[in-house]
């Protein structure tokens, strides 16, 4: 019997300024444990699926219609190979969904690294980040999840034939419910370097404070409130700060009033204000003034969690935060996290 576990952490994206550019890999895993049997159970993809945690009330157990598993089996269709036989998938997941902490991308990551790894196809995490890139594609959170750190990415332009390929619909990446290999619909395998990316330094004494609310905001739904294009002086006004960002999280020790200040944003945060009730108030009042420590604050990807980067007082910051989102009948829960340097790991057992 073969064994590996794969575990992948979740990630918040954007940190105020760098909208779909940057992101951080952070101490929540998604834990799959592995196993091939070699004896058919007769499941859906032969692949039986068990699952605890955040989502299991919502994540499909069919293989055929699983994100994690239908992408296991995109990577393995790309190289005409199928599930193992006797393929069971046990699923631990703590990341909460639709909340801004990159549950997709790290199920996602999961997902070819699960293919990667059945089908002993040996990818390089480069090459893996090539399949994620189809199915998610914005870099930032799968970038993080699977590099690990506080990562910048992009998609690289392209030649013709190669755009074209990533351009097609998801659908036909990942159709639902997956197919078998004799269905004789090849998925496109992913173009070679779609995107580049490169890891920044993470000052030691920098701590991520989650705030989760209790309900969802789809990405999806995050997206649709964006204007289609922004003025010049928006665009500088986040590019300024994201240049200063990304070297002033890396200094020891960190200057607050700079990174509360390089963590504004102008592209995403005000217009999803309206799904988030009591984000602009928090956004605007809780400071490195009024709480020593904190260092900056922002929407975690697409919402509806905040992210606080602060160095002490973590609980002061916290329940502050609480208290506001409570004034609008939200009840939330917080995570002290640090950065996943590593990101996905698997390891045969
Ligand atoms: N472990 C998982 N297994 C299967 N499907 C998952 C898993 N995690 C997330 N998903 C799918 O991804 C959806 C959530 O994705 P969405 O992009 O809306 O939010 P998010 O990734 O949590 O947040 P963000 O992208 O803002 O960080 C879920 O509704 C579910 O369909
Ligand atoms: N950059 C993305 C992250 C969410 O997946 C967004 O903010 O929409």
Redesign the pocket.
């Known amino acids: 019997m073969r064994k590996c576990i794969i575990r992948v952490p979740c990630s918040s994206?954007?940190i105020g300024p760098g909208?779909?550019v940057v992101g951080l890999a952070l101490d929540m895993y998604l834990e799959l444990q592995v196993s091939v049997t070699g004896v058919s159970e007769g499941q859906p993809l032969e692949c039986r699926l068990s699952y605890e945690g955040e989502g299991s009330d919502e994540v499909p157990l069919d293989a055929s219609l699983n994100l994690m598993t239908r992408t296991a089996h995109y990577v393995l269709l790309c190289h005409n190979k199928e599930f193992p036989i006797g393929t069971q998938l046990h699923v631990k997941n703590p990341i909460p969904l639709g909340r801004?902490l990159g549950s997709s991308?790290a199920a996602v990551v999961a997902g070819v690294m699960l293919g990667n790894w059945l089908g002993e196809l040996e990818l390089s995490k480069e090459r893996m980040m090539d399949y994620t890139l189809m199915i998610e594609r914005?870099p930032?959170?799968v970038t993080a999840a699977m590099m690990g750190g506080f990562v910048g990415s992009y998609l690289r332009d392209l030649d013709a034939k190669d755009l074209e390929r990533i351009e097609i619909p998801l659908s036909e990446v990942l159709p639902e419910p997956a197919g078998g290999v004799d269905t004789g619909l090849n998925p496109p395998m992913p173009p070679v370097g779609i995107g580049s990316h490169i890891k920044f330094g993470w000052a030691p004494e920098i701590y991520a404070i989650a705030i989760i609310p209790d309900f969802e905001v789809s990405?999806a739904t995050?997206?649709s409130v964006l204007p289609a294009a922004y003025s010049k002086k928006d665009m500088i006004f986040n590019l300024q700060r994201l240049a200063v960002l990304t070297t002033a999280l890396t200094r020891s020790p960190p200057v607050p009033e700079l990174i509360y200040s390089a963590m504004q944003d102008r592209m995403?945060q005000p217009y999803r204000a309206k799904l988030i009730p009591g984000l602009e108030q928090i956004l605007q009042s809780v400071t490195p003034t009024t709480h020593p420590g904190l260092l900056g604050i922002c929407l975690s990807?697409?919402g509806p969690t905040i992210l606080a980067l602060a160095t002490k007082n973590f609980e002061q910051i916290a329940t502050e935060i609480l208290r506001r989102f409570s004034e609008h009948n939200i009840q939330c829960r917080y995570e002290v996290l640090q950065p996943a340097y590593d990101g996905a790991v698997c390891t045969d057992l």
């Open positions: 994206a954007n909208f779909d801004g991308g914005h930032d959170n990405t995050a997206r995403h990807g697409a």
